[in-house]
Nanobody, 122 residues
Framework: VQLVESGGGLVQSGGSLRLSCAAS????????TAWYRQAPGKERELVAT???????NYADSVKGRFTISRDNAKNTVYLQMNSLKPEDTAVYYC?????????????????WGQGTLVTVSS
């Protein structure tokens, strides 16, 4: 299974962007998908998650501004980002937990995309 992010770019403060994370490949059984971000000189942080049952969670810093959603028909997860601030500038990564069943049970494998850069100018 592979993840490909798109939608990053340069936007002014207060603007909006929509990121996409498209999954492809054989053996796809994604349990949950998340968006992380990593700003220069900082650790990677969790931004939002969405489960296969469509339940969502958000970091406090983005609540009310970002919305995570999924389109199962397209195997794609989106992150709608509104009211962007300069502190949202980061590389945004898509992460998925893909469940693989084995004779012993199952394993949830972590899969990462390559990242997409979001730059918010003041």
């Amino acid at each position: 299974v592979q993840l490909v992010e798109s939608g990053g770019g340069l936007v002014q403060s207060g603007g909006s962007l929509r990121l996409s994370c498209a999954a492809s490949g054989s053996g796809m059984n994604i349990i949950s998908t998340a968006w992380y971000r990593q700003a220069p000189g900082k650790e990677r942080e969790l931004v939002a998650t969405i489960s296969s049952g469509f339940s969502t969670n958000y970091a406090d810093s983005v609540k009310g501004r970002f919305t995570i959603s999924r389109d199962n028909a397209k195997n794609t997860v989106y992150l709608q980002m509104n009211s962007l601030k300069p502190e949202d500038t980061a590389v945004y990564y898509c992460n998925a937990e893909n469940r693989v069943y084995t004779i012993e049970g199952f394993s949830d494998l972590q899969i990462w995309g390559q990242g997409t850069l979001v730059t918010v100018s003041s």
